[in-house]
């Protein structure tokens, strides 16, 4: 059992009063919050040994250096790539899923065929759709079902040689269901299609593997597991990086530049142009190993019961209506839901006054907001540090809100 008042007291932030009441921040898939640790590492870096890496060649320049790749191999081994430079540093998911839809601008044909999910994040849906409209390739989507669930005969059914690219989240930032990516990726790699898979949403409540997944790109923001805004990474397997062209021009990316022809750096700074977010790679990097010291099994399971009990409490309120799969075990702890009648934004207002984040709206996701008919849910996102005790003042909160509101 994970010893919560404990893990709490490890996040200054969470002690607070917002509005006169104690936080409940439940908005933890729109961003996590960062623990003293990685507050302390960016502290630490300015304080000590903030200088520019891989160039000069200055003591302070090399601790540098050397902190930031350290933080890349860690990165590495928590996601299992089989090489440190399969590991790019990026400034967010959003920024990998552009790079690669970048890259392939220069592969695909017109007429190829790339498919994504009718569960993506805007993140996931934009990029592709420029990347059809330049090259003429056609986007296709999976369908999902009332329980948000992705239908894989359908999925299966639509492969075919022409498939050169799926994209996919592992977990649904919007319904919190948790995608079978394992067989998304599997079939796809049958018609000989490589595979997106978008992990912003499953870093926090687990450890993806990236060689088991066999994916060939895996992308991920540090916000989102206890690090800072403004660092992610992108993970590519060696014969896809090497393939793609690099997406941005500049410093650190090159090997030689004359005026008549550039050749670029090896991996993975190739991918890395311009001075990088190195404090913030170094605190993804601490961002990881605190997470790994509490555990992603107890987080887990502590994440589950959060969504169970919650879940419960839930249904007490007349009127609700969960939105996504019933089955929990599919699920990450994500409660995303409505009440008849009363509009998401006004629950949202209220509850705020209470003291409770929670996000309200499509989520970047208005293909699924669509798809149900509603202009957007209420959704509280949990994380290892939460409680029942917030739940039942948040249940409690939503409550008092409905009973003004109708
Ligand atoms: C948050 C999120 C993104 C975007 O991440 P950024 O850090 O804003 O780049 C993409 N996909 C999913 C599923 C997300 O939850």
């Not at 044909?109 to 994504?116: A, P």
């Not at 986007?139 to 239908?151: A, C, H, R, S, T």
């Not at 593997?209 to 991920?220: E, G, I, M």
């Not at 207002?349 to 984040?357: E, P, V």
Request: proline share 4%.
């Amino acid at each position: 059992m994970l010893d919560i008042q404990k893990i709490r007291a490890d996040f200054p932030i969470l002690s607070q009063h917002v509005n006169g009441k104690p936080l409940v921040y439940f908005d933890n898939g729109a961003t996590s919050q960062t623990p003293k640790v990685v507050i302390d590492s960016i502290v630490d870096y300015y304080s000590r040994y903030n200088a520019n890496i891989h160039r000069g060649v200055h003591t302070l320049s090399q601790i540098a250096t050397d902190a930031y790749e350290q933080a890349r191999t860690k990165l590495q081994h928590h996601f299992n790539a089989k090489h440190n430079y399969e590991i790019i540093f990026t400034s967010g998911t959003t920024e990998g899923i552009n790079l690669v839809a970048n890259g392939f601008a220069s592969i695909l044909k017109k007429d190829d065929e790339i498919i994504v999910s009718a569960l993506e994040h805007h993140s996931n849906i934009v990029p592709w759709q420029m990347l059809c409209e330049h090259t003429g390739a056609i986007l296709k989507v999976i369908p999902m079902n009332y329980d948000g669930e992705l239908l894989m005969d359908v999925y299966v059914k639509m492969l075919s040689p022409k498939t050169k690219l799926v994209f996919c989240n592992h977990i649904s930032n919007a319904l919190g269901t948790i995608n079978p990516v394992e067989f998304i990726i599997e079939k796809a790699h049958e018609v000989g299609a490589a595979v997106l898979i978008d992990g912003a949403q499953a870093v926090p409540h687990l450890k993806p593997d990236v060689q088991k997944l066999n994916c060939d790109f895996y992308v991920a923001s540090a916000h989102k597991m206890c690090g800072p805004t403004g660092v992610g990474i992108l993970y590519g397997k060696e014969e896809w990086l090497r393939k793609l062209p690099p997406y941005k021009g500049g410093g650190e990316m090159i090997a030689t530049v004359t005026f008549e022809k550039t050749t670029y750096a090896d991996l993975p700074h190739k991918f890395e142009a311009g001075t990088p977010n190195i404090c913030g790679g170094i605190a993804f990097g601490v961002a990881v190993d605190y997470m790994n010291g509490i555990g992603f099994d107890a987080i887990a399971k502590q994440e589950q019961e959060l969504l169970e009990y919650g879940t419960k409490r839930l249904q007490e309120l007349e009127n609700i209506e969960i939105y996504g799969t019933k089955d929990l075990s599919k699920k990450a702890s994500v409660i995303s839901f409505n009440i008849k009648g009363i509009h998401p934004y006004d629950i949202g207002t209220i509850i705020d006054k209470l003291g409770i984040a929670v996000r309200t709206g499509h989520h970047c996701a208005q293909p699924i907001m669509d798809f149900y008919q509603i202009p957007g849910t209420i959704r509280a996102s949990f994380a290892f540090y939460n409680t029942k005790e917030e739940i039942d003042i948040f249940v409690e909160a939503v409550k008092k809100a409905q009973m003004m509101l109708s």
